[in-house]
C-alpha cells in the first residue's frame, strides 16, 4: 500500500536509487544558551550532553565517526549512501574557518553525499548561509532549525531564547539558494494544549518549509523539566494522545514536505519518563494505525 507520508527514507531513495543512511556526528560546539551568551541553563529539557552521542570527549575525529557507524549501517541496513549529520548542540555556533575544516572532514570520507546540519535560527548569518549555499551546489545540504513552537509565551518558558520572528527572519535568508529546511517541532510542551500544536503546523504549513522532525517531549535527568515533572507541574502526554496529534500534524502538511522524524529516540539511561517512548517501532506502528482507522494521509486537511 502506498505510504500515508512523505517518509525520509523514501525521499533519499528516490534521489540516490539505494538505501541511504544519516551518520550522527558530535563536533564539539557549544550553543548559546549554555555558554552563556543568552543563557547558562539551556532549553529546560536538555542536559548538558546536548542530544550528543558523547563522541567527541571521546577524541573521536569527524572522520573516526563516520567511518566506525558506516561498517554498522552497511550490515544492518544494507545502506549504500550516506549524510553526514551534526546533530549535537548549535552546529553553526563558531566561526566561518572552523565550520568549514568540520564540514569539509565530513564530505571527505568516501559515500557521503551531503550533510544535514542542526543548529538555531538565531545563530545564522549571510556568511554562514553563504558557506552552506556553496556546498548545497555539489551536495545534498539539509539546514535544521529547532523552532519547537511558533508560540512566544511557550518559547519564554522553556528558555528557549529566542522567538518566533527570530525563525521566520533565519527562513527568509535561508530561501532561495539550494539548501533544503528542515524545522523541528516539540509537542506536549508545557503550556500548550492541543490547539496551540495545531496552530504550529498550521503556520508551518503556509511559510515554505522542505522537511519537519516532529518529537514527543519527554523527561530526561538532570533538567529543568525533570523538576516539573517531579514537583507534578507537568505532566507527560499519554501514548495514544501524541500518536492522534501527530495525525493531526500529517493532515495539516503539504505533501512535498518530507517527514523526517515523527518522535524521537530517548537514551534509556537517561530517561524519566514517559516510559512508553522507549517504544519506537511500537509508536510508530500506532501513528500509521490511527491514520488508516481515519483513513487520512498528508495534506488531507491542508487548507492554505
Not at 34 to 63: E, H, P, Q, V
Not at 84 to 108: C, G, P, V, W
Not at 129 to 145: F, H, Q, S, T, V
Amino acid at each position: 500500500m502506498q505510504s500515508r507520508y512523505n517518509d525520509f527514507n523514501s525521499y533519499l531513495r528516490s534521489i540516490y536509487n539505494c538505501r541511504v543512511q544519516k551518520i550522527s556526528i558530535d563536533a564539539g560546539l557549544s550553543c548559546p544558551n549554555r555558554d552563556g551568551l543568552i543563557s547558562y541553563g539551556g532549553c529546560i529539557y536538555c542536559n548538558s550532553k546536548g542530544s550528543g552521542t558523547g563522541a567527541y570527549n571521546k577524541g573521536l575525529s569527524i572522520k573516526e565517526q563516520i567511518v566506525s557507524q558506516q561498517k554498522f549501517l552497511k550490515k544492518r541496513y544494507k545502506a549504500k549512501k550516506f549524510l553526514a549529520y551534526f546533530q549535537s548542540f548549535t552546529n553553526t555556533y563558531a566561526d566561518i574557518k572552523k565550520l568549514s575544516a568540520l564540514y569539509d572532514e565530513a564530505l571527505s570520507v568516501e559515500d557521503i553525499v551531503g550533510l544535514c546540519i542542526g543548529t538555531r535560527p538565531d545563530c545564522i548569518d549571510n556568511q554562514i548561509l553563504d558557506m552552506i549555499e556553496n556546498y548545497a551546489k555539489n551536495y545534498l545540504i539539509w539546514l535544521e532549525y529547532g523552532l519547537q513552537t511558533i508560540h512566544d509565551k511557550t518559547l519564554k518558558f522553556i528558555n528557549r531564547g529566542h522567538d518566533r520572528n527570530s525563525f521566520i527572519n533565519a527562513l527568509e535568508s535561508s530561501k532561495n539558494r539550494g539548501i533544503k529546511i528542515c524545522v523541528h517541532v516539540i509537542v506536549g510542551l508545557p503550556l500548550e494544549t492541543k490547539k496551540h500544536m495545531i496552530e504550529t503546523v498550521k503556520f508551518l504549513s503556509n511559510i515554505g518549509i522542505d522537511g519537519i522532525k516532529i518529537h514527543l517531549l519527554y523527561v530526561i535527568k538532570n533538567t529543568k523539566l525533570e523538576e516539573l515533572y517531579n514537583n507534578g507541574d507537568y505532566i507527560c502526554l499519554k501514548q495514544e494522545e501524541y500518536a492522534d496529534i501527530v495525525c493531526d500534524f500529517i493532515e495539516r502538511l503539504p505533501k512535498n514536505v518530507v517527514i523526517q522524524r515523527l518522535t524521537g529516540d530517548p537514551h534509556p539511561e537517561e530517561l524519566v519518563a514517559p516510559l512508553w517512548s522507549l517504544k519506537k517501532q511500537e509508536n510508530l506502528n500506532l501513528i500509521k494505525s490511527f491514520l488508516e482507522k481515519r483513513n487520512t494521509w498528508q495534506g488531507k486537511k491542508l487548507i492554505l
